[in-house]
């Protein structure tokens, strides 16, 4: 894996962005499962994400198809991995995190449960606290069942506790551990988020073992294995990529990815930032050139957060307007494989495109013609963000 084998262009990157992602208009995705493939992953941190995400990549989509692959033929899963982000994994993905990414997560969240537990003044021995909480939720759950969040605490007396953080400054609060104790099972990958108690726009997830939602319980792979495969459809979906990309990405190590790279025989390449890029030993040929495309998509959207260095399509002079100070993106309007500004809605739930740049008659118009696609879609309904960037937020002031 030394010296590099070709050049990848900014330009050639921007056009394996626009097939392999699916959002050009020539090459979206046939149905919710193969667009989640094609993005390794959904962000999911937000409700309405999945929904917009797959709307931008796939043609005649509906609300009820993606729910209809989330909670009743199951195809695609939510699961907590990588950086502590809640995703939509496609199904046969699970395995790979669990065993690398989401155990990560687990581990470290079990760690900081124990500790807040004691510190709080909930137990004196934080790790049987979480050990009682963990099986009491489990007992709850097994056979099938689907629990809110709400009704365990007011079930399982185990969960009621409060905890006390902050110490003596003005943001100490008083606060349950029950939501931490699911979400580092689900990490764990021994519950999931079933069936969602309100409409798509909002998350109240009915709690549910995971074997029971899934009808098996598929074995995660070992560490390495699990790392291995999460790389591997990363390069496949965001390559090329450096080092810190994956790092960062993948929520690991240095150590971890490296040994990734090196199981999977990937190649160096060159890029323009002068950098080094990775790629899959039987990915190397170039993309052909696409038409010009344009596309609007969520805040969050896995396009937008697939790699931490942007510079091949995000002028860093946008980063303050669309980017919170956390590196979260909010809306975006893409010409080309670039970012050129966001979107919001009216107080008619009208999309409408907010450019930070001047890119021409032709482009403003196929932004228009996605506007009204992403109107239609939305249907009078009006989507929110917390993460709303500063773009957002002034172009709907009065």
């Not at 950098?275 to 190397?284: I, V």
Request: aromatic residues 6%; proline residues 5%.
């Amino acid at each position: 894996m030394t010296g590099a084998r070709l050049h990848v262009t900014d330009e050639q990157r921007r056009a394996r962005l626009a097939r392999r992602h699916a959002i050009h208009p020539d090459h979206r995705a046939a149905d919710a499962v193969a667009a989640t493939r094609a993005m390794t992953v959904l962000h999911s941190t937000e409700p309405p994400t999945p929904y917009l995400s797959l709307h931008a990549r796939v043609d005649g989509l509906t609300r009820d198809d993606v729910d209809r692959a989330l909670y009743d033929d199951r195809t695609l899963v939510k699961q907590l991995a990588m950086r502590r982000t809640l995703f939509v994994f496609p199904r046969d993905l699970l395995p790979a995190a669990w065993g690398s990414a989401s155990a990560r997560v687990a581990l470290t969240e079990a760690k900081r449960i124990v500790k807040d537990a004691v510190a709080g003044g909930l137990a004196d021995d934080g790790d049987a606290w979480l050990a009682a909480a963990r099986d009491a939720v489990l007992e709850r759950l097994a056979g099938g069942a689907e629990v809110s969040a709400r009704a365990l605490r007011e079930e399982l007396p185990v969960l009621t506790g409060k905890v006390r953080i902050g110490g003596d400054t003005k943001w100490a609060a008083d606060v349950s551990l029950a939501p931490r104790v699911l979400g580092q099972l689900g990490a764990d990958g021994l519950i999931v988020r079933g069936h969602n108690g309100s409409h798509w726009r909002v998350s109240q997830p009915q709690w549910t073992s995971m074997a029971a939602w899934l009808g098996e319980s598929p074995q995660p792979l070992d560490e390495a294995a699990g790392y291995a495969e999460l790389v591997r459809r990363w390069l496949l979906t965001f390559g090329p990529g450096t080092e810190t990309d994956i790092v960062w990405w993948l929520g690991s190590t240095k150590s971890a990815v490296r040994r990734a790279l090196a199981d999977l025989g990937a190649v160096v390449v060159g890029l323009d930032s002068g950098e080094t890029g990775w790629l899959l030993a039987d990915d190397l040929e170039p993309e052909p050139e696409v038409e010009p495309w344009a596309a609007l998509l969520p805040a969050l959207d896995p396009t937008l957060m697939g790699w931490k260095q942007r510079a091949f399509y995000l002028e860093a002079a946008h980063v303050p307007y669309l980017f919170d100070t956390n590196g979260n993106g909010g809306t975006t309007a893409w010409w080309e494989g670039r970012v050129v500004g966001c979107w919001v809605q009216d107080p008619d739930a009208a999309v409408r495109v907010v450019l930070r740049e001047d890119v021409g008659a032709d482009a403003r118009a196929a932004l228009d013609a996605e506007a009204v696609r992403l109107t239609a879609w939305l249907d009078g309904e009006v989507v929110n963000s917390i993460y709303a960037s500063r773009q957002m937020r002034e172009a709907k002031l009065p």
